[in-house]
């Protein structure tokens, strides 16, 4: 039989499994009685708010007395009436595929591909999604490393509930200039491998044919690669990539460090700006005109790098020095740049990009660390609080359905026993995390 009339069989099983199973299932209500919920829009706090839930939209959310009348007299409470209640948070920038470190099968990202079966993978993506859920992400864009397509695999086993995890937005495969990133490989031999991890783009055809491939494998959005050392996507390629992948309704968010990569993805009108460390005003000044994002990832701002490998490997001197030397560089240049996308009005939302095995922290612990590294780099909490919530759903092209507590909304909601906006690493102790309305934990005492 062919594939495509198999797999149409298969979607009239499931829709139709779907509607049966829907058709038996009761409404649920649930009503949070909440002590303090953040206005992520206004940087307000609402004190004795109710969030009336059914199923798994916010239906209502108001002074708690008058949602009270709402609810029906069966619906479950939960209290949270000495919590401080925050929408669900969202890393932009997450490679739950990876986990380099000592202690892991992912060592670095070449034995993550190469000595790694996909299944073996697959499993390793499935935990370490459920432990950024369990920290308080409730959404995740995977944004590339997890082989052919991992993360589009896990996101639709969320979604059935076969894994608990975070609802995933997957990139499929990078697209990068031939050759992939940050692998070093003998090419004669490298294309087995880099072809698990990327699609190599060397002409506008290829780029047209890379997205129509991720597409083909369930990519929510596509990444690319702008700069890899000295090879660079030009803007010819980056054109047809964008053409491509908008046409299908795809954003398209781009690694870019050096000048000429932010030029060409910002020049080709792309949806995001990742990392930019060598951003200029000029090009600060044409994201902003043209609305692209800038998606900050300095989790390991402030020696958090090398503290982290610290604890698990022992470093040469050598590396230690580089990194030492790296650190000193980055404590005066990144909180500048934070200060110019700031001023310059650019609109941003921030990722981890944390792909370490972090001894003794889960992979959310491990990526909660970045909200302590914005600060000390000089954000303001609630700017913090609004990249990781209100402006990540605007920049995924979510702002429909998560990043707020308001009606229509998916019912996404963490809570700190303190408070997030005088101190942001509350961030890193979340103790109540509710997704599209079922509690996944809660350790908050009434
Ligand atoms: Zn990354």
Same mark, same amino acid.
């Given at each position: 039989m062919a594939r495509t009339s198999l797999k149409l069989i298969l979607l009239i099983v499931l829709s139709a499994l779907a509607v049966a199973q829907s058709g038996s299932q009761t409404t649920k209500i649930t009503l949070l009685k909440v002590g303090r919920l953040l206005d992520v829009r206004a940087g307000k706090y609402l004190a004795n708010q109710g969030v009336l839930i059914e199923n798994e939209k916010i239906k209502e959310v108001g002074p708690l007395a008058s949602?009270?009348?709402?609810?029906?007299?069966?619906?479950?409470?939960?209290?949270?009436?000495?919590?401080?209640?925050?929408?669900?948070?969202i890393d932009c920038h997450a490679h739950v595929f990876i986990a380099?470190?000592?202690?892991?099968?992912?060592?670095?990202?070449?034995?993550?591909?190469?000595g790694m079966s996909a299944s073996t993978r697959a499993l390793l993506g499935a935990r370490l999604a459920?432990?950024?859920?369990?920290?308080?992400?409730?959404?995740?864009?995977n944004i590339g490393h997890s082989g052919i397509d991992g993360d589009a695999a896990l996101r639709d086993a969320v979604n059935q509930s076969w894994v608990p995890g975070p609802r995933v937005l997957a990139s499929?495969?990078? $697209?990068?200039?031939?050759?992939?990133?940050? &692998?070093? #490989?003998? =090419?004669?031999?490298?294309?087995?491998?880099?072809?698990?991890e990327f699609l190599a783009v060397g002409s506008p055809d290829e780029g047209h044919k890379a997205v129509r491939e991720n597409l083909l494998y369930g990519a929510d959005f596509i990444k690319v690669v702008a700069d890899a050392d000295r090879r660079f996507v030009t803007l010819e390629e980056m054109k047809a990539i964008v053409e491509e992948a908008h046409r299908s309704?795809?954003?398209?968010?781009?690694?870019?460090?050096?000048?000429?990569?932010?030029?060409?993805?910002?020049?080709?009108?792309v949806d995001s700006i990742e990392h930019g460390d060598e951003v200029t005003d000029d090009e600060l000044k044409a994201?902003?005109?043209?609305?692209?994002?800038?998606?900050?990832?300095?989790?390991?701002?402030?020696?958090? $790098?090398?503290?982290?490998?610290?604890?698990? &490997?022992? #470093?040469? =001197?050598?590396?230690?020095?580089?990194?030492?030397?790296?650190?000193?560089?980055?404590?005066?240049?990144?909180?500048?740049?934070?200060?110019?996308?700031?001023?310059?009005?650019?609109?941003?939302?921030?990722?981890?990009?944390m792909w370490f095995d972090y001894p003794g922290k889960t992979r959310g612990q491990a990526t909660a660390t970045m909200f302590g590294a914005l600060r000390d780099l000089g954000m303001q909490s609630i700017d913090i609080v609004r990249a990781a919530t209100v402006n990540a759903a605007e920049m995924i092209g979510w702002q429909d359905r998560v990043g707020v507590i308001e009606p229509g909304k998916l019912a996404d909601l963490i809570a700190t026993r303190g408070?997030?906006?005088?101190?942001?690493?509350?961030?890193?102790?979340?103790?109540?995390?509710?997704?599209?309305?079922?509690v996944v934990r809660n350790e908050v005492k009434p």
């Open positions: 949602v009270q009348a709402h609810a029906p007299k069966d619906a479950a409470v939960v209290d949270l009436s000495n919590a401080t209640v925050l929408p669900g948070l380099a470190g000592p202690n892991s099968p992912g060592e670095n990202m070449l034995l993550a591909v190469a459920r432990e950024d859920l369990e920290a308080g992400f409730t959404t995740i864009r499929c495969r990078k $697209l990068t200039p031939p050759g992939g990133q940050a &692998v070093r #490989l003998n =090419p004669v031999l490298a294309d087995k491998i880099t072809d698990q309704g795809l954003k398209v968010a781009v690694h870019a460090t050096t000048p000429l990569g932010i030029k060409t993805a910002v020049d080709a009108g994201m902003h005109d043209k609305g692209i994002f800038f998606d900050i990832t300095e989790g390991f701002y402030g020696g958090r $790098l090398r503290s982290l490998l610290q604890k698990s &490997v022992v #470093l040469s =001197p050598e590396v230690d020095q580089e990194l030492a030397a790296w650190e000193k560089k980055d404590a005066t240049a990144t909180p500048a740049r934070i200060q110019r996308i700031m001023k310059a009005g650019v609109k941003f939302a921030v990722g981890s990009d408070d997030p906006l005088q101190d942001i690493t509350e961030l890193e102790r979340v103790r109540f995390v509710m997704r599209g309305g079922t």
